[in-house]
């Protein structure tokens, strides 16, 4: 008797058959192929997926012409990441790509001590275990820090001048997203500092997301803060059409947010990243060494206002806001 198996399962195994010859004819007609890893779905990341095959491309590689990528999407669940990174492994390619999120890279080099990986992440690479320096990683693995984690207090303080009497703030983080779990505490540190009350919203799932916002009355909070990961990210829509629904002020870790009808954001482009780690990888398959290329660290931190949204929620934006922005949205 055939035992069961749901679609994406079906689905991934097909993938994989298919895909293994592809990827063993590329190794032996000299074509490098890189392995990419994510936590997340393809459909949601059209924008910085073209990023990264544009960095692939700065550095003389194409997809389909001079380099083959085998992808393996975890498609939210991000407790396959360990099982598809092995198989990359098996596969033996050349690099393994984990841009977005730092479980993917811990996945990876937990997996491999001789691939190369790159990787980008929000929160401080040294402190999550990834490599044991910024300046020199050591180690197969190197990437970008685009610190959207680490600036957690500081969207902290630009949401409080927006709702000044507010006292209860809610975190929406994905409890199994390493790179969540270590700003709460300072975040929580500096909340208290100025009398607020930091909660957090623990999320493995899109129900989670829902309960959440159905909450937000009974514990009383009153604005809220959405830490960069893979669950957020790909489920944007949800959260922009609940934080609508309820009146909710929101302000988010990255600027995608905002352009997609988010209240404010801020922090460095996800999408910038991606390409950074594009062209890191490229770097990495014309020779060189992990250990010896520096963790690059985001410079550029935007903050974004969307007044049509703040419109919308019934919130005038104060003067010393709307000065501080890099952009504002009308």
Known sequence: ??????????????????????????????????????????EH??????????????????????????????HNDTGRLPELAADLVRRQVAVIATPGYGAAALAAKAATTTIPIVFSTGGDPV???????????????????????ELAPKRLGLLHE???????????????????????????????????????FYLRSDRDIDLAFASLQER????LLVFPSTL???????VLTLAARHLAPIIYPAREWAMA?????????????????GIYTGRVLKGEKPAELPI?????????????TAKALGLDIPPTLLGLADEVIE
Do not use: C
């Open 45 to 74: 990341l059209v924008e910085p997926m073209a990023a990264f095959r544009k960095g692939l491309s700065e550095t003389g590689y194409i997809e389909g012409h001079n380099l083959t990528i085998e992808f393996r999407w975890a």
């Open 1 to 42: 008797m055939i035992a069961a198996m749901n679609r994406r399962e079906f689905i991934t195994l097909l993938g994989g058959a298919a895909a293994w010859p592809v990827a063993a004819r590329a190794q032996q007609a000299g074509m490098p192929v890189i392995g990419f890893l994510n936590p997340g779905s393809p």
């Open 261 to 277: 009808g988010g209240l404010m954001s801020y922090g460095s482009s996800f999408t910038e990243q991606w390409l950074q780690a």
């Open 296 to 308: 690059l660290r985001a410079t550029k931190f935007e903050f974004i206002i969307n007044l049509q």
């Open 162 to 200: 927006l709702v000044p009497r507010a006292k209860r703030f809610g975190a929406l983080l994905n409890v199994d997203d390493p790179v969540n779990r270590v700003p709460l505490p300072d975040l929580q540190a500096r909340g208290a500092d100025i009398g607020l009350a930091i909660e957090p």
């Open 127 to 149: 402190q999550i275990g990834l490599v044991a320096s910024l300046n020199r990683p050591g180690g197969n693995v190197t990437g970008i820090s685009y610190m959207n984690a």
């Open 220 to 223: 009383r909070t009153e604005a």
């Open 232 to 238: 957020l990210f790909n489920r944007r829509v949800q």
